[in-house]
């Protein structure tokens, strides 16, 4: 698609370029991209697309392991942020969202049983987000879930 002198591919490269720039020279920020690997049905011209994207997002990549369940809250804890919010804040912004998600899930259920795990949901959400905070636990999950379970990703 042209985009005045150029095209959207040339656009969109200039500005990952520039957003990665600006990142490594920025304390305490994080971009997040998602680049799935290149599959054979994809054009030739697709792939060295993909290839240069992860040219320029994957200059200060670095080899990871993979952690289990709810671990990722503390490795993200140790490398993502300079100062992690004191346990008290965390503690709060949990036990704040916990009736919200409890009085959600009590909305649609039908039987006592439901209602009991409603609760059970709100107490183990408000522990996850103790562990996860500032970040979202689902946010986490997804990360680590839905795009470590792709293929090759």
């Given amino acids: ?3 005045l002198k150029t095209d959207l591919r040339e656009q969109i490269l200039n500005f990952l370029k520039k957003l990665t720039v600006a990142d490594a020279n920025a ?3 994080v971009v997040l991209i998602a680049l799935p690997s290149s599959q054979p049905r994809e054009t030739l011209q697709h792939s060295q697309l993909l290839q240069t994207l992860d040219h320029f997002v994957g200059r200060k ?3 990871h392991e993979p952690v289990e369940q709810d671990e990722v809250f503390k490795v993200i804890e140790r490398r993502l942020p300079e100062a992690m919010p004191e ?3 965390a503690s709060a912004a949990a036990i704040a969202y916990q009736p919200i998600l409890t009085q959600m899930r009590k909305a ?4 006592a049983a439901e ?5 059970e949901e709100g107490i183990l959400l408000r522990d996850r987000m103790r562990l996860a905070y500032p970040f979202h ?5 997804l990360m680590r879930q839905r795009w470590a379970s ?4």
Avoid: C, H
């Avoid at 792709?150 to 990703?153: A, D, I, Q, S, V």
């Fill in 1 to 3: 698609m042209k985009v």
């Fill in 87 to 89: 346990d008290a804040v």
């Fill in 108 to 111: 649609y259920a039908g039987t």
């Fill in 137 to 141: 636990p689902s946010l986490l999950d």
């Fill in 27 to 29: 304390p305490r920020t």
């Fill in 150 to 153: 792709l293929p090759e990703y």
């Fill in 61 to 63: 990549d670095a080899l």
């Fill in 115 to 119: 209602e009991q795990n409603a609760a």
